[in-house]
């Protein structure tokens, strides 16, 4: 088993940035991959950044250039940093683990919310 709990979250102008963390108990090092996950009122979960225990990462197109997902030596906690927020990046984020000995399991989300 493994929990997550997500912060950073909050309201932040358009242009703004916001930095958020993702700390993983439990079964730390069973872990093979995590990412950001975000969910729009309205809209389907979709994945933000991932980054593998290799250090290998993945960006959705909408993010790349603007967020950095990245995980300290000890593999946790995660972060992921969001420069140049724009409105359309207004979502609930998750953090998200995947072992491929544990499965799949997700935080509590942390609201971010991009406005002026």
């Known amino acids: 088993q493994v929990q997550l709990v997500e912060s950073g979250g909050g309201l932040v102008q358009p242009g703004g940035f916001l930095r958020l963390s993702c700390v993983a108990s439990?079964?730390?090092?069973?872990?093979?991959?995590m990412g950001w996950y975000r969910q729009a009122p309205g809209k389907q979960r979709e994945l933000v950044a991932r980054?593998?225990?290799?250090?290998?990462?993945t960006y959705a197109d909408s993010v790349k250039g603007r967020f950095s997902i990245s995980r300290d030596y000890a593999r946790n906690p995660m972060y992921l940093q969001m420069n140049s927020l724009k409105p359309e990046d207004t979502a609930v984020y998750y953090c998200?683990?995947?072992?491929?000995?544990?499965?799949?399991?997700w935080g509590q989300g942390t609201q971010v919310t991009v406005s002026s």
């Open positions: 439990g079964s730390i090092f069973s872990i093979t991959a």
């Open positions: 980054i593998t225990s290799i250090g290998s990462t």
């Open positions: 998200n683990a995947f072992g491929p000995g544990i499965g799949n399991f």
